[in-house]
C-alpha cells in the first residue's frame, strides 16, 4: 500500500509539471504545433535515461523511491518516456525486430484507439440526439 501512495502522490507532482510545462511553452510560443507535448515527451524520456542508468550504476533507490519518480512522477509527466524505455530494453536485449514492431504498433495502433474511440463517442452521441 505505501508504494501504490508514494506512486500516487508521484503522479500528482508530474501532472501538474506536465501541465505548467505544456501551458508554458503554448502561451509562450503558441499553440499550432505541440511543442509543449514534444517537449514533455523528449524530457520525461532524458530524465527516466538518467534515472535507470544512476540506478544501475551507482545509486541504489529504495523501491518505493523508485516507483514514485519513474512510475509517478515522470509516468504522470510523460507516458512516452516509458514507451521510450520499453524500446530501449528491448533492443538491448537483441530484440530489434520485436522493437521495431513494438514502435509500429505502439504508433499506429495508439492513433487507431483515438480515432476510434472519437468516432464512437459521435456514434452514441448521434444516435442519442
Do not use: K
Amino acid at each position: 500500500m505505501n508504494t501504490v501512495l508514494v506512486v500516487a502522490a508521484g503522479g500528482a507532482i508530474g501532472a501538474v509539471g506536465r501541465y505548467l510545462v505544456v501551458n508554458g511553452i503554448g502561451h509562450w510560443l503558441g499553440y499550432g504545433f505541440p511543442i509543449g507535448t514534444l517537449v514533455v515527451n523528449v524530457l520525461g524520456s532524458l530524465a527516466v535515461g538518467v534515472l535507470v542508468e544512476l540506478g544501475a550504476l551507482v545509486w541504489s533507490p529504495s523501491p518505493e523511491l523508485r516507483a514514485m519518480l519513474v512510475v509517478g512522477v515522470l509516468g504522470s509527466f510523460t507516458t512516452f518516456s516509458t514507451f521510450s524505455l520499453d524500446v530501449v530494453e528491448l533492443v538491448q536485449r537483441d530484440a530489434t525486430l520485436p522493437a521495431m514492431g513494438y514502435i509500429v504498433a505502439s504508433v499506429v495502433l495508439c492513433i487507431a484507439g483515438l480515432v476510434f474511440g472519437m468516432s464512437l463517442v459521435r456514434g452514441i452521441i448521434g444516435w442519442a440526439v
